[in-house]
């Protein structure tokens, strides 16, 4: 599942040992797994910080715990430490952490569905807005639900046409149109005030 050097176990059991008798191990997850600002987060764990469900990877003096929503963006990582005259590079390799394409055989739902949560959900999050899909209808139309944000927001529009719709209609076979089913009346916290 994934590979530690023994540079990387080394490195860590060394910082281990700078943190005293609290720390029990090195806990691994990550942060917006399977899509394009997917990251990896490395932290020092005592017993409170463990939910129990980790998996654990025994090291040369320490132990390893991947948290359990994390594991398959890990299948296949590889960590290594890189040691230099003026310090090192940690290295983590993931080749699944940004999530896999849904290949051709794909449904029409699985595809938009990746494309929403890979592109498209990460910028609306930027502006504190979300997005998800309703439906799709059987000649292609993708009907979506705003939220956060964008609910209520006076440039939904402009984003629905000039950024979702595009980006979903170059990007996945079969999707004729977009439309928003979202009653934007009812918005509390727009990103940008209807006028």
Known sequence: MIEISTNAQHHFRRLLESQ?????????????????AADARLEF?????????????E??????YVDAA?????DGAEIDYLPSPTGGQLNIRAPRIKGELPGEDAS???????VLDAEIS?????????????????????VLRFG???HGCGMVDVTLKQGIEKTLMAKVPGVTAVRDATDHASGETPYYAAR
Do not use: M
């Open 59 to 64: 090291c040369d003096g320490f132990t390893l």
């Open 122 to 142: 990460p910028q609306l999050a930027s502006h504190g807005g979300r997005v998800s899909l309703e439906q799709i209808t059987a000649d292609g139309v993708v």
């Open 20 to 36: 005293g008798d609290d720390a029990i191990g090195i806990r691994l997850r990550t942060v917006d797994g399977g899509t394009p």
């Open 45 to 57: 764990c005592e017993p409170g910080d463990l939910a129990g469900d980790e998996w654990s990877i």
């Open 108 to 114: 029409l739902v699985e595809r938009v569905r990746y």
């Open 70 to 74: 994390s594991v398959r963006w890990f």
């Open 148 to 150: 956060g944000g964008c």
